[in-house]
T-cell receptor
Framework: AQKVTQAQTEISVVEKEDVTLDCVYETRDTTYYLFWYKQPPSGELVFLIRRNSFDEQNEISGRYSWNFQKSTSSFNFTITASQVVDSAVYFCALSEAGYGGSQGNLIFGKGTKLSVKP | GAVVSQHPSRVICKSGTSVKIECRSLDFQATTMFWYRQFPKKSLMLMATSNEGSKATYEQGVEKDKFLINHASLTLSTLTVTSAHPEDSSFYIC??????????????FGEGSRLTVL
């Protein structure tokens, strides 16, 4: 069965520190997609990144970077030089493309609440 | 990216009343929409998959008579919480998938609707 584990429930850092949010997933499929979403206090989900299972290249977008390692089934997210505006709950999610009746559904981790203090 | 709009963003109602939440895809046609529920400090849990022109598919444990889903057009799905009770208070989020997203599993999320039942 599919499962996404975000072991860190809450993380608190001081502004300008780097922080890594962990995500470990389980799936039987060979084709799947991994996502990270940000949920600020206002509640909406903000899409950050999508990565397919065949692309293990790490990605950097500004202060954000992602490390995808199939060998350890991990898709970790690092924020460099964190800022107060980064404070939010971050969700890692998995989608098995073409899977059954809920094709396209996302399986979410429980989220990691990041607090960045000034 | 594609835009999904949800309305209302906040609703407060008395116990026993019914509440309707709308989810619209603004710039694309969504054959499939998903409804999620998020309890405080919890992950998002899929409630049901809404397919245009057919009955919704509910996840195990979700009462279909309590959470009525209608997907009458390619741009609108509605969730009606019938005879709402305080335990139905939650944050409800809809998502929709562009036709091109069938293979990628990419979903676009609405802003969410916070329901408070007194």
């Amino acid at each position: 069965a599919q499962k996404v584990t975000q072991a860190q429930t809450e993380i608190s850092v001081v502004e300008k520190e780097d922080v890594t949010l962990d995500c470990v997933y389980e799936t039987r499929d060979t084709t799947y997609y991994l996502f990270w979403y940000k949920q600020p206090p206002s509640g909406e989900l903000v899409f950050l990144i999508r990565r397919n299972s065949f692309d293990e290249q790490n990605e950097i977008s500004g202060r954000y970077s992602w490390n995808f390692q199939k060998s350890t089934s991990s898709f970790n997210f690092t924020i460099t030089a964190s800022q107060v505006v980064d404070s939010a709950v971050y969700f890692c999610a998995l989608s098995e493309a073409g899977y059954g009746g809920s094709q396209g559904n996302l399986i979410f981790g429980k989220g990691t609440k990041l607090s960045v203090k000034p | 990216g594609a835009v999904v709009s949800q309305h209302p963003s906040r609703v407060i109602c008395k116990s026993g009343t019914s509440v309707k939440i709308e989810c619209r895809s603004l710039d694309f046609q969504a054959t499939t929409m998903f409804w999620y529920r998020q309890f405080p400090k919890k992950s998002l849990m899929l409630m049901a998959t809404s397919n245009e022109g057919s009955k919704a598919t509910y996840e195990q444990g979700v009462e279909k008579d309590k959470f009525l889903i209608n997907h009458a057009s390619l741009t609108l799905s509605t969730l009606t919480v019938t005879s709402a009770h305080p335990e139905d208070s939650s944050f409800y989020i809809c998502s929709a998938r562009e036709p091109s997203g069938i293979a990628t599993g990419e979903l676009f999320f609405g802003e969410g609707s916070r329901l408070t039942v007194l």
